[in-house]
């Protein structure tokens, strides 16, 4: 057990609809990373937050959006959902300091778009 | 761009035999970290070792080894008296050390059975 925490575990929705993933990161992480696991994008960054402040982006379509609570949680929102869009999200926490790189990785959403 | 390149899509090893990862990168910075995580088909991402560049021994976890060769841009996987739980899709990863972000690049991944 990694730590972070990943709701729902599995996520089935129609193409259009919108749905919000949410993860819990390891207490007192203040980074948090989404990363999205499909078969034709392999495993590919989307964003960084940290201590509630958006860090960096990765190939996060405009229809993404996420969020870092002052709690630290984060929620990755996904709109207008598209066939394409069914993947494995993971979510990751780090302390945020410098010094060790390490990630801390949660069990993943898997989204179902039918 | 950082890029993370793995050859073997597939690799296949009996058990207690020995076998090696290939993974290659490209970067023009000199400080990062390398990484090879496991995936199994829990789907549950692993950290199985990790390297930072700036040291030039070998890291090595239990029966996990890496073979670190900085000029050349490679980072290969040892794993030694290969066990049935070994099997498992193996990713190996990059990150900038310096900079605002951490992320990790990923690449493509190979997927190692372990025949008993």
């Known amino acids: 057990d990694s730590g972070v925490t990943q709701t729902p575990k599995h996520l089935i929705t129609a193409t259009g609809q919108r749905v919000t993933l949410r993860c819990s990161p390891r207490s007192g992480d203040l980074s948090v990373y989404w990363y999205q696991q499909s078969l034709d994008q392999g495993l590919q960054f989307l964003i960084q937050y940290y201590n509630g402040e958006e860090r960096a982006k990765g190939n996060i379509l405009e229809r993404f959006s996420a969020q870092q609570f002052p709690d630290l949680h984060s929620e990755l929102n996904l709109s207008s959902l598209e066939l394409g869009d069914s993947a494995l999200y993971f979510c990751a926490s780090r302390p945020g300091g410098l010094g060790d790189n390490e990630q801390f990785f949660g069990p993943g959403t898997r989204l179902t778009v039918l | 761009a950082q890029t993370v390149t793995q050859s073997q899509p597939e690799m296949s090893v009996q058990e207690a035999e020995t076998v090696t990862l290939s993974c290659t990168y490209d970067?023009?910075?000199?400080?990062?970290?390398l990484f090879w995580y496991k995936q199994p088909p829990s789907r549950q991402m692993i950290l199985v070792i990790r390297q930072e560049a700036y040291k030039q021994q070998n890291a090595t976890e239990n029966r996990f080894s890496v073979n670190f060769q900085k000029a050349a841009k490679s980072f290969s996987l040892k794993i030694s008296d290969s066990q049935l739980g070994d099997a498992a899709m193996y990713f190996c990863a990059y990150s900038f050390l310096g900079g605002a972000t951490n992320k990790l690049i990923f690449g493509t991944g190979t997927l190692l059975a372990v025949q008993p």
């Open positions: 970067t023009s910075e000199s400080d990062y970290y």
